[in-house]
């Protein structure tokens, strides 16, 4: 990958800490919520009114597509996966991180909150700067104001 694409990503990423674990996300481009957030009326998708809820499929669909494509990295030993496991880091892995959230529902959700309120915060700052070109972008959100647990 290229030297200034990885540069690029960098600057969209933030480091969060969720139950003392450490994780790397990353803000999702325009293009990426567009088609992380689309609906069948490609404006509002419908779920996104309802409370944050993994008992809802479209909040569950979001939440694995955010855990595939913006979460980037974490500090998590073998300790903290298993039980009996040993105190050494474990290498980042897409696939792994999902094996462990499917039982750990309360870190998949804080993860895709975290990456919606960055995408709000951004989506947010671009139609309030009025030196910015039309994006088309229309506010859309507080962070957290429409989610709950």
Do not use: C
């Not at 980037?72 to 298993?82: C, F, N, S, T």
């Not at 991180?97 to 960055?118: A, C, F, H, N, Y």
């Amino acid at each position: 990958m290229s030297v200034l694409i990885e540069k690029m990503r960098a600057a969209r990423q933030r480091d969060i800490e969720i139950n003392d674990h450490h994780y790397t996300i990353r803000r999702p481009t325009p293009m990426e919520a567009m088609e992380w957030l689309s609906s069948a009326d490609n404006t509002k998708p419908t779920w996104m009114a309802e409370p944050f809820s993994l008992k809802s499929k479209g909040w569950r669909d979001a939440a694995w597509y955010a855990v595939n494509h913006f979460v980037d990295g974490w500090d998590v030993k073998e300790i903290d996966l298993i039980p009996g496991g040993v105190s050494v880091p474990v290498p980042f892995s897409v696939e792994l991180l999902g094996e462990w959230l499917l039982d750990r529902p309360d870190v998949l959700s804080q993860l895709t909150i975290r990456i919606l309120d960055l995408w709000i915060d951004y989506n947010n700052q671009q139609v309030d700067d009025e030196k910015k070109p039309e994006t088309g972008l229309e506010p859309i959100a507080e962070p957290n104001s429409a989610i709950t647990n």
